[in-house]
């Protein structure tokens, strides 16, 4: 019998609200472990990731259909009700009353007679109330329409209104909301650009080259996910286009020694080994003992033989690394609103107050991390959040307090004019919210 794709889908929105899981960890879990056809893959993906993102606006429409609190319910009762609303409120090719049976069964599984009854009357209640739900007014009340509307918490979205303004911040939004698509960073110690992208056209892919990055390839048409990974294993990474400017922004030369101290999963250090033909050496740092296995994988896999990973807090001086290296990368831990497309659940667990642990923490691995770069060496800052406290003024106090720095100047990669930092906004550019910044120790 074929797995239900609902049911599968019920089950990793549980453990993501419920459990605290990760979306996307949980949710490639549950396919692995399930027989699914090509196309109800896609259809848990779209379940999941659509009612995770939704889930304020979902749990906003749902009180007004259910007396009790909905922390009283039964956690998986809550997250079928989701689930529902979801599909009868935002997708509109599922016929409702299909979304409402279809829960009922999936609350068969889990709850007794009174629960599958408790399940219905919400949901049909849902198919009558959908035309007359009443959203806030957008101008009178600008921060609860576009939370509501665009499925972001209201915190956020008062921070963005006054950032951006109504435009940018709806904008920005909605880029959140949409799957991101798939793009590939080409290994060029094993292939190129041209060939993979032939290659993967071949192979029905849609794909085209990064307007980016030389060596990106953006797919926007997978017929199966998995032939990628069979067939083209050594030569690539899935990165996106702005994570694939940092590496030649710090621009190391074969044959150099280079820091990378937050480097977890590699991405990047991968990226700059790629750079160095796999010549000279790369140290690799992370806090997370469990993340440096992800860096000797992503590295095995790519045939990279100079990365040396290993356990360190960037933020703690190694006194052997002092003036050592020819350059040094602080991809630095940090709010992460540049990426929220990508972390289905993330928006719903960041807070105001978590914002302000960063700069501190970014001062002081910046600061420490300089102290490993040799004169005239460089040091490239970069975050992938939208935030000026962690991004323009972490860098520019740096250099405030030490008259040995300066910016070193890089080209901004469309435009080719020399720029001091690169903020790049999903609304504005089209890729993740990123943050790049280059300096260099005078001689
Ligand atoms: C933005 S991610 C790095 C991504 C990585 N550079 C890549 O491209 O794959 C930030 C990393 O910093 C690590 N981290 C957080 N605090 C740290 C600290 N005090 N010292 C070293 N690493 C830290 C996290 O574990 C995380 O892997």
Same mark, same amino acid.
């Given at each position: ?203 029905? $892919?849609?794909? !085209? ?8 390839? %953006? ?5 199966? #996910?998995? *032939? /990628? ?87 703690? $001086?190694?006194? !052997? ?8 990368? %602080? ?5 992460? #609103?540049? *990426? /929220? ?103």
């Amino acid at each position: 019998m074929l797995p239900n794709a609902r049911l599968t889908a019920a089950q990793v929105i549980n453990s993501v609200f419920k459990d605290g899981a990760y979306a996307n960890i949980a949710l490639g879990k549950a396919l692995s472990k399930q027989n699914h056809s090509e196309q109800d893959r896609r259809f848990v993906t779209e379940l999941v990731y659509g009612t995770v993102k939704a889930k304020g606006t979902i749990d906003w429409l749902l009180q007004q259909l259910v007396s009790r609190p909905l922390g009283k319910i039964e956690p998986m009762i809550l997250n079928i009700l989701r689930l529902g609303v979801f599909q009868i409120y935002f997708l509109e090719r599922i016929p409702a009353s299909a979304a409402c049976n279809e829960s009922v069964n999936l609350a068969k599984k889990f709850g007794h007679e009174g629960i599958v009854k408790f399940v219905n009357g919400v949901l049909r209640g849902a198919v009558r109330s959908k035309e007359s739900i009443v959203y806030p007014d957008a101008e009178k009340d600008p921060r609860q329409y576009l939370a509501l509307k665009e499925f972001h918490p209201d915190w956020l979205v008062k921070r963005w209104l006054k950032q951006f303004g109504f435009e940018g911040a709806q904008a920005l939004c909605r880029f959140d909301n949409e799957p991101p698509p798939l793009t590939l960073r080409v290994n060029t110690l094993v292939s190129d650009r041209k060939t993979l992208l032939a290659s993967l056209q071949e192979d029905g $892919f849609e794909a !085209e080259p990064s307007k980016w990055c030389e060596d990106g390839i %953006v797919c926007t048409k997978i017929p199966e #996910l998995s *032939v /990628l990974f069979s067939k083209y294993n050594d030569m690539f990474y899935v990165q996106d286009e702005s994570s694939m400017l940092v590496a030649p922004v710090l621009a190391p030369q074969p044959g150099q020694t280079v820091i990378d101290v937050c480097s977890a999963p590699g991405g990047k250090t991968t990226h700059l080994a790629q750079l160095m033909q796999n010549k000279g050496v790369i140290y690799a740092t992370d806090i997370h003992e469990h993340k440096i296995k992800l860096i000797e994988e992503n590295s095995r896999r790519l045939g990279i033989t100079i990365i040396e990973p290993s356990l360190q807090d960037a933020a703690e $001086f190694k006194p !052997e690394w002092a003036s050592m290296a020819d350059c040094v990368l %602080v991809d630095a831990p940090c709010s992460g #609103l540049g *990426v /929220l497309r990508r972390r289905a659940e993330a928006r719903w667990k960041k807070n105001k107050l978590d914002l302000k642990t960063f700069p501190p923490l970014q001062r002081d691995i910046l600061r420490n991390a300089a102290r490993y770069v040799k004169p005239g060496g460089r040091l490239v800052y970069s975050t992938c959040t939208l935030e000026q406290a962690e991004n323009h003024y972490i860098p520019a106090e740096f250099l405030e307090n030490n008259s040995n720095w300066q910016y070193a100047g890089f080209q901004h990669p469309l435009t080719g004019e020399t720029v001091d930092e690169l903020q790049l906004l999903p609304q504005h550019d089209g890729t993740d919210g990123f943050y790049i910044c280059a300096l260099v120790r005078k001689e």
